[in-house]
């Protein structure tokens, strides 16, 4: 079994508007990277749309309503200050979470070992009932959902080592013992959230911030002391990943400094987790990335480590 690549070309006509960070090139980038001879035994498929269901399981139906009626039809519109959209967003928004389902299908059925979503919109900001921080739909939270409602799994982790705090997966997880949200992020920084002391109804939440100007060593001390023995201990049938790589030193949005060797540990260190409990079932979807190189870099070092497992 390999590992498959989740993708759509939908996800490049999601247009955030001139000099906007998080844009098109971004996924163009990582898709180039991955087009390689040493990832020739990634299993490459289409993401396939979001049902509307499937988005209602993480958020409320008239906050989906009020996205698509949000989509202009020439132009931009900004949904808050920094989440803008286009004709193209609701197609690739729909096609972003689709993937997360999608990938979470091919691992259950044994089609993948794990599976990666190269997409865009990222999600880990959106709430149930509010788009923020570039993100419309919670990708990672309803690939979870979907998990739970169509496979029955009873456990799942979520580990975000976006550089920025998950609010929206925070908050989908916080009430649901069946549910393990684990972030490592610089702090404080946008949004806000994520204090340590931020722990969720079942103990079910595990925030590990990180001051700015921390590198590898403390990230890999926050992972081995605080964030891996959490997930270990939680059994998971199945691990996410939020693959957010702007804590990386080059990234001109946070000033973390891990490096691409940072993301292959991490991903290696959680692999042995999937290992022993869920049979390496992992499901992997981007989040930030805001240096080219950086990001091109960073996924393909993820990559490796999710194919060698
Ligand atoms: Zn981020």
Redesign the pocket.
Known sequence: MNSALFTHPACLEHDTGLGHPENADRLKVVLAALDTEEFYLLDRREAPRAEIDQLARVHKRDYIAHIFESIPVHGHAGLDADTVISPGSGEAALRAAGAACAAVDAVMGGEARNAFCAVRPPGHHAESNQAMGFCLFNNVAIGAAHARAAHGLQRVAIFDF???HGNGTQEFCEHEAGLLYASTHQSPLYPGTGDARERGDHNNIVNAPLWAMAGSPEFRHALTKTVLPAIDAFAPEMIFISA?F?GHSRDP?AALHLTESDYAWATRKLGEIARKHCASRIVSTL??GYNYVALANSCKAHLKELMAL
């Open positions: 976006d550089v920025h957010g702007d949005l989040e930030g």
